[in-house]
């Protein structure tokens, strides 16, 4: 089955500057990819890429197997909700929605309704004088509210308290499980961790990392933490040890991160009196900060 959205060797420069570098990936049809990097990373600039709203430098895109630049009802099958939002302040709420209907040409109304009650959005409201939460729930009551086939969010949570995020993220799965695809650029990793089928990690202009989230978690160094029952040993016991990526000792505690399997540090441990011990299993955030961390050496 042809994905829904296809880049091969995607590269965009401004001048010397490279922001995006052979960037592949793809979208397959009724799932959700997670869009995950630092910012500044070149998420924006490949999702404008991807909407037709810039043109790559090198390499290709494809959305619904055609270019977005040229194919106008490609476009027309796709809702986005930018994450830098810029609206008509001379509207209200309701005008706005009515103005992109008119753009759109084909719009769910009952669902429009819906979403503009689940979101609690106010449609007698200038737009003027909304906050940055109440402009965002309006974006996506915008991109949802012609059930395109393919969502592309950017920080689509931006904003919003925690109940409105809360049923966005259940609207999300419900059009999701109905098929919809959906690009996800979110700093929640939360939110991805929920909604990915697969996740890309993009650092720098180049994808570092990508698969699903548990493939992610594999290999990231896992975090220990043992209190003792007297005095810690100290610090040169345990990075003296293969696995040890990072040791902390404070009087009583130490911290470890480790990497590999944990016998030699498990056998060390069941010398000493211990007071408690514990070890919780990687999560995406834990192993996005692991590629951000290594970015960060490598600039040193």
């Not at 001048?15 to 799932?31: H, K, L, M, Y």
């Not at 290709?60 to 197997?65: A, D, E, H, L, Q």
Request: glycine content about 8%; proline content about 5%.
């Amino acid at each position: 089955m042809q994905p829904v959205i296809e880049c091969a060797q995607l590269t965009k420069r401004f001048g010397a500057f490279t922001a995006v570098r052979d960037v592949d990936f793809s979208v397959e049809p009724g799932t959700v990819l997670g869009f995950l990097g630092p910012n500044g990373a070149g998420k924006s600039t490949t999702i404008r890429m991807i909407l037709g709203l810039s043109t790559p430098t090198d390499g290709s895109v494809r959305v619904f197997g055609s270019d977005p630049r040229r194919d106008r009802a490609a476009r027309a099958r796709v809702g986005y909700s930018p994450g830098e939002l810029r609206l008509d302040d001379r509207l209200t709420v309701k005008t706005t929605l009515q103005s992109w209907e008119r753009l759109r040409g084909s719009v769910d109304a009952k669902f429009r309704d819906e979403l503009v009650e689940r979101f609690d959005v106010k449609t007698d409201k200038a737009v003027r004088g909304l906050s940055t939460g109440n402009r965002r729930k309006l974006a996506l009551v915008g991109a949802l509210m012609s059930r395109p086939e393919l969502l592309v969010l950017d920080e689509p949570t931006n904003g919003l308290d925690p109940l409105v995020q809360n049923e966005f993220m259940t609207v999300l799965s419900e059009v999701a499980e109905q098929g919809t695809s959906v690009l996800l650029s979110s700093h929640i990793m939360s939110e991805v961790e929920r909604m990915a089928d697969s996740i890309v990690v993009i650092r720098a202009g180049e994808i570092v990392a990508q698969g699903a989230a548990d493939e992610l978690r594999q290999g990231v160094a896992q975090e220990f933490r043992a209190v003792f029952a007297d005095a810690a040993p100290t610090r040169e016991r345990f990075s003296a040890l293969e696995g040890a990526a990072e040791v902390s000792v404070d009087e009583r505690e130490v911290r470890i991160r480790w990497n590999g399997p944990p016998r030699t540090l498990l056998d060390l441990l069941a010398q000493y009196e211990l007071e408690s011990l514990t070890a919780p299993e990687p999560d995406l955030e834990t192993a996005f900060l692991s590629y951000y961390r290594s970015d960060k050496k490598e600039k040193k």
